[in-house]
């Protein structure tokens, strides 16, 4: 069936009903018209440049034809969009870097996103592929190790800096062993740096396997997505009204970053048809999640009461925000819950990269006067994100505690004033 289109930032939109929300659902007086609204039902599907859905042949063709110069076809002239209501939008952030009136464009089309999924991926993104793909056969080459060379580099010997090594099960995300195995690293700190010097966790210096360039590669892939992450935050700042510097100037101009690379197994045999969940139902933490995955698929991002897929797409990276982005709006941008299933017979590669507050910002609404929802009673954990008082840090220590319980018997408890 034909659907009337209208575009916003160049991408396409199929109109599939909804309505605006009454007065009474705004959220935050200092947000623009166009943002002080929540969609009673889906208003927009948004829709690859090419028009056709997220995981379709089509789609993977089109993208697989501009990812060598880094370019997306755009076909305009699309007349009929496929019938799937809860497509994931996919966004090409060029503007971001380049500034102008697009960027702005750009901030309307992930304000959108951020508002209707929580999830949204980037293209044209600036990061090196190159790059990518050789931190995908280096992670390849330390996962194929036997446990014990693994473990030289284990969490235990991190310390307060919470990095290294854990094997399959030592991870609790949702009060259950995750069935994953995975490497913590965040910005590279000596001993001398301030905070290192004064004990505060999660600062220190990296374990790296002792690989031939894994050091220089990964040290490479932090830099490159701390300025993609800076880039995304300013078109965030931009959807909401806001300064495009209003997230550095107030909680990421020293951004917390942190960087896993996870390996789920292939399911076992026998375990075909179970819910046999590499990770189970859960949100990130801070501001923005970007992530990297490899061809095997598996993640799912919940929309309303549905999981759907979120399949790999060449050359992108997924976003997802958190729940201090969750915070910040009022819960006008939601902390979209989302789980990990490896169903392929290969491991699974993912490489989530956190964009997160610095450490003691104590992240603040930024409409205090605005009305504000909090869906603590829906939420995975029945845990509020907007009653939590302290800094970012006594926030993510708190959920630390939780995931690894015996790294956290180490570290003050986190739990930040009620």
């Known amino acids: 069936m034909n659907r009337p289109l209208s575009t916003l930032g160049g991408a396409v939109f199929a109109r599939v009903g909804g309505e605006k929300s009454t007065d009474e659902d705004c959220v935050g007086s200092q947000f623009p018209a166009e943002v002080q609204w929540r969609e009673k039902k889906p208003s927009f599907v948004p829709w690859l440049l090419t028009g056709h859905p997220v995981g379709s042949t089509e789609m993977s063709r089109g993208l697989r034809s501009g990812v060598s110069s880094g370019s997306v076809p755009v076909d305009r002239s699309v007349s009929q969009v496929p019938n ?9 952030v060029t503007a971001l870097a380049a500034g102008g009136g697009s960027a702005d464009a750009v901030g309307a089309e992930i ?8 999830f949204f991926y980037v293209v044209r993104h600036g990061v090196d592929d190159e790059l990518g793909w050789r931190l995908e056969r280096l992670s390849r080459e330390f996962f194929s190790q036997d446990v014990e060379k693994k473990l030289a580099i284990r969490m235990e010997r991190g310390g307060r800096a919470w990095r290294g090594y854990f094997p399959v099960g030592a991870e609790l995300t949702t ?20 905070r290192v010097a004064a004990g505060v966790p999660l600062h220190g210096a990296n374990l790296f396997p002792d690989i031939p360039g894994f050091r220089q590669t990964l040290l490479e892939y932090l830099d490159a997505m701390t300025a993609l992450g800076h880039r995304i935050m300013e078109g965030i700042a931009l ?9 550095a100037d107030r909680y990421t ?19 075909a048809g179970t819910s046999e969940w590499g990770v189970g139902e859960h949100t990130d933490y801070g501001i923005l999640t970007i992530l990297r995955q490899d061809a095997a698929g598996g993640l799912q991002m919940k929309y309303r009461s549905a999981w759907v897929d ?6 992108s990276f997924v976003c997802n925000i958190g729940d201090m982005l969750d915070r910040m709006t009022g819960g006008l941008y939601r ?32 409409d205090p006067r605005g009305r504000l929802a909090d869906d603590k009673h829906q939420r995975w954990d029945r845990a509020s994100v907007h009653e939590f008082r302290g800094t970012y840090g006594e926030y993510i220590l708190g959920k630390v505690s939780d995931v690894f319980p015996e790294l956290g018997r180490g570290f003050p408890t986190g739990r930040g004033r009620r």
């Open 335 to 366: 902390s979209t819950p989302h789980r990990v299933r490896n169903q392929s017979d290969q491991p699974r590669l993912s490489f989530p990269f956190f964009f997160d507050p610095d450490f003691d910002a104590e992240v603040q609404t930024i």
């Open 175 to 194: 009060g259950q062993p995750d069935r994953k195995e995975g490497l913590y690293f965040g910005a590279e700190l000596g001993d001398d740096h301030p």
């Open 84 to 92: 799937d209501p809860v497509s994931i939008p996919i966004v090409d």
């Open 239 to 247: 959807s909401l009204g806001l300064e495009r510097s209003y997230f």
């Open 253 to 271: 101009r020293d951004p917390l970053i942190l960087l896993r690379i996870f390996n789920y197994p292939p399911p076992r045999s026998g375990s």
């Open 111 to 118: 304000g959108r996103a951020c508002r209707d999924h929580g």
């Open 310 to 315: 979120a399949p790999p797409v060449p050359d």
